[in-house]
């Protein structure tokens, strides 16, 4: 596995002419197209993304096609195809290269690292070359919390709900998994600093891995949110503002804040309010005005995800009990088993700190992996 350009801006400004200048901040996909297009020349080469078209400043892969760069260099683009196509026998064939291009959004429940390991060892079965445009986490490079769960089917490797990795660091952790005579390649953004991965404050084009949602604190409610979507609460979506509250005819505000007062929850606070979905993509209490808790972020540094999700479920189940129906989420990514023993009456903090060990060695073992600094 390669890493071109890798540890892109993990040194000091380069020197030229006796100034140091910072390095241009530049997208994985400019740095391809740029640098590094000689790694698909004369391939027939597949594009794999959720994104199909142009976007955030972006061109799309059919405007890449007719770039004179792309032209000279005898790539052909063969077609543009989700990943889910991607998993699929039959669209390796005739193909001898592939580009990934993933907005991994850095936690469970929009962590695209099962898929990108079933497509890389896809690709080296068709004995293909892959290469990965590489993204920033949306929430932080320097943030992880727990619990842990392991993404990648048949790996035992743990990682935090919210991980901080881009997507290649992120496979450089996983590489044992990996087949070992994929013919990978990785290329990172460049002139990106670490502690700027927040959306839009890194300076590289940024989409928002969920698509209801545009801005970063409000990406890091949704991240907590997510996770209850298989309950019976409502998230807010048919409202102008979906994924930062949660509300069902039910809810007993008063009774549930009164829990959550009791709890260690840093950098959010609570309001109690009432919303009314329209036609909402859930379904869930179409026209009906209920009773609701908004999050809001006050100091994103000290926001932690995954026990967020778990407070929330536990103090909304001591009140309502079986009215949650909590156990609807036990398949969430990342925190569906720690939620159904929420829903048997484990402690949640319990549950968040016992990982604390496990956190503390990824990010050990995180070090040694990233591309940024």
């Given at each position: ?24 901040v530049r997208a994985s996909m400019t740095v391809l197209v740029e640098d590094s297009l000689r ?11 959720e994104t199909p078209g142009a976007h955030a400043g972006l061109p799309s892969p059919a405007e ?254 001591k009140v309502h009990g079986d009215s949650l129906r909590l156990g609807g989420a036990a398949g ?42």
């Open positions: 596995m390669a890493f071109v350009a890798a540890c892109a801006s993990s040194g000091p400004p380069r020197e030229d002419a006796g100034r140091a200048r910072p390095e241009k790694l698909l020349a004369g391939r027939g080469v597949i594009w794999i993304t890449l096609r007719e770039d004179a760069r792309v032209r000279r260099m005898n790539v052909h683009f063969l077609a543009v195809i989700s990943p889910d196509s991607a998993l699929s026998e039959a669209a390796w064939r005739g193909v001898n290269g592939a580009v990934v291009d993933l907005n991994d959004g850095g936690f469970a429940t929009r962590s695209s690292l099962d898929k990108l390991h079933g497509i890389v060892a896809l690709a080296a079965q068709h004995k293909a070359r892959i290469v990965v445009l590489d993204h920033p986490p949306s929430l932080g490079g320097e943030s992880n919390d727990g619990p842990m769960w392991q993404p990648v089917k048949g790996s035992d490797v743990s990682i935090p709900v919210r991980y901080g990795l881009s997507v290649g660091e992120a496979l450089r952790l996983f590489k044992s998994a990996l087949p070992p005579d994929a013919d990978l390649h990785v290329i990172p953004a460049r002139g990106v600093r670490r502690d700027k991965f927040w959306g839009r404050e890194s300076k590289l084009p940024w989409t928002s891995p969920v698509d209801e949602v545009k801005d970063t604190d409000d990406l890091l409610i949704a991240a907590s949110l997510l996770p209850l979507e298989g309950t019976a609460l409502s998230l807010g979506r048919g409202t102008s503002e979906p994924l930062i509250r949660i509300g069902a005819p039910w809810l007993d505000t008063k009774h549930v804040l009164d829990e959550l007062a009791d709890r260690p929850l840093s950098g959010v606070k609570f309001v109690a309010e009432h919303f009314a979905p329209h036609r909402p993509s859930d379904g869930k209490y179409d026209g009906m005005s209920i009773p609701a808790i908004r999050i809001e972020v006050v100091d994103r540094d000290r926001v932690q995800t995954g026990r967020l999700t778990l407070d929330l479920a536990w103090a909304i189940w969430t990514p990342g925190l569906g088993s720690a939620l159904l023993l929420v829903s048997r009456g484990a402690d949640p903090d319990s549950l968040v700190d016992a990982s604390l060990p496990a956190l503390v060695a990824f990010q050990k073992r995180a070090r040694g992996v990233m591309l940024y600094r």
